[in-house]
């Protein structure tokens, strides 16, 4: 039996603290890792240790973080609707694009993990807004792709279901029997 390396098992005590580190601060860059580690080492090697595990600086998912009652309600309409006969749906929803991105921040991770709730970078909503537009689509393909007010208010939605959807649908439809789908929007309540 030897003598035990006291430098080998501080450097595995680092390895084991950088990786819990890491785990718990997925969006830290490796200056700041060897900072609240006090690690004497170059930043290089904390990178290089990281990779030797799979470890990589990855492109984040964005979304919107959603609560575990919304996403049971999701799964429970798809439980609900998996049978449902989509072929006369008609799909329709605004978005809104803007002119400034938010700042990506690239997190710590593992192949296959991108999705992960600490690998998350949340959308914000705040922003230059430059263009809307609104939408619908069914089983025959795109619908109309109209431009809309930035600031889609339940009037603009009203108006765009009057001179867009209708004739158009109708047009699809002659019968008349369609399943309109919108998502919860507060004007879509219009």
């Not at 009057?162 to 309540?189: K, M, R, W």
Request: glycine fraction near 4%; aromatic fraction near 8%; hydrophobic fraction near 35%.
């Amino acid at each position: 039996m030897g003598v035990p390396n006291p430098a080998s098992s501080k450097a595995d005590l680092n390895k084991a603290n950088i990786a819990q580190f890491r785990q718990q601060n997925p969006f830290s860059r490796a200056t700041v890792i060897r900072h609240e580690l006090q690690l004497p080492c170059n930043p290089r090697i904390i990178i290089r240790e990281l990779h030797k595990n799979g470890i990589h600086k990855r492109i984040p998912a964005k979304q919107q973080l959603i609560s575990e009652q919304t996403a049971r309600r999701r799964l429970q309409f798809c439980e609900e609707n998996a049978l449902r006969n989509w072929e006369l749906a008609i799909f329709s929803d605004e978005k809104t694009f803007c002119s400034s991105e938010d700042y990506i921040k690239t997190p710590w991770r593992s192949v296959s993990t991108r999705y992960e709730i600490q690998h998350i970078q949340p959308k914000k909503r705040s922003g230059r807004i430059s263009l809307g537009y609104w939408g619908w689509m069914s089983q025959a393909g795109p619908g109309e792709l109209v431009q809309v007010n930035s600031h889609f208010s339940t009037y603009d939605y009203v108006e765009v279901l009057e001179d867009v959807i209708l004739p158009s649908v109708s047009a699809l439809y002659p019968e008349g029997q369609i399943v309109f789908v919108q998502d919860n929007s507060p004007i879509h309540g219009a």
